[in-house]
């Protein structure tokens, strides 16, 4: 299980419009330490603009940088940071210049200092937020004033948050007899579709995928060369290979097992 520290939660929910003071600069004293003592989940997205701002194929972003584990709840593979290779410190994070992928960094560092959650409702998927204040953090006391809506503009979150909507809801499913939501073999395509996008597009493009599935010419263009839409069109194949939603149009049957995760890859 990943440890997320809950001590540091403000156990307060915010609205877009609660109002805090903070900044975050080189003259800080604590500058960069919130990028070492912290649990840093990747997201799809996430892992999708580090590997291409690194220019880094994503099976060895994810070899170098990250560690798996699985959700509590779904039981799904998550990509961690595995900051304990580094000495405990954000490998992309300089003592004096600060973070060396800034425009690319994950949407946690992106939110921080405001922590977004996550539930499933009957309406579908209800984010929130809530303060992160841990005792190094000398952001508070600056004085820039934001409502958590101003902040979330000036960090640029809306992206992330589009592109891992889906992802979110995923992880917080569980199967009806309340355990994983797959098995071993399920848990390996999820990640290769959702975390390593090079091996996902070899899969649709040289496996049986376009035999077994109709997929519009216009979609083939689009996936071919651009991730952003590679990695939506994971999400849709993923809720048919998981049973959660009939989102693509099967042309011959697959044979035994739980769907597409039946074909090589």
């Not at 540091?8 to 975050?24: A, D, H, I, Q, W």
């Not at 999820?190 to 995928?209: G, I």
């Not at 109709?214 to 263009?221: A, G, L």
Request: charged share 30%; hydrophobic share 35%.
């Amino acid at each position: 299980m990943v440890d997320l520290n809950m001590k540091v939660v403000e156990p307060r929910k915010l609205t877009p419009e609660s109002r805090f003071k903070f900044r975050c600069h080189p003259g800080i004293s604590c500058f960069t330490e919130c990028c070492g003592k912290t649990t840093i989940i990747l997201t799809p997205y996430d892992i999708l603009r580090l590997k291409n701002r690194l220019n880094m194929k994503a099976k060895d972003f994810l070899a170098q940088y990250t560690r798996m584990e699985l959700h509590d709840k779904s039981g799904l593979p998550m990509m961690i940071m595995d900051m304990p290779r580094f000495e405990h410190h954000c490998p992309f994070v300089k003592p004096v210049t600060g973070c060396t992928v800034y425009k690319d960094r994950p949407a946690t560092c992106r939110y921080y200092p405001i922590g977004q959650g996550s539930l499933i409702t009957e309406s579908g998927l209800d984010e929130f937020y809530f303060y992160v204040r841990e005792a190094h953090c000398r952001g508070y006391e600056e004085q820039d004033e934001w409502t958590v809506a101003t902040w979330r503009l000036d960090q640029g979150v809306d992206k992330y948050d589009e592109m891992n909507r889906d992802w979110k809801l995923m992880m917080l499913r569980r199967a009806e007899n309340g355990g994983p939501v797959t098995d071993e073999r399920g848990n390996k395509l999820f990640a290769m579709v959702l975390y390593d996008l090079d091996q996902f597009r070899n899969f649709v493009f040289k496996s049986r995928f376009l035999t077994v599935f109709h997929v519009e010419d216009d979609v083939k263009e689009r996936i071919w060369d651009d991730d952003e839409e590679l990695l939506k069109f994971g999400y849709q194949y993923l809720k048919s290979a998981l049973n959660i939603e009939d989102t693509l149009e099967v042309k011959q049957p697959l044979g035994p097992g739980p769907g597409a995760t039946t074909m090589t890859f």
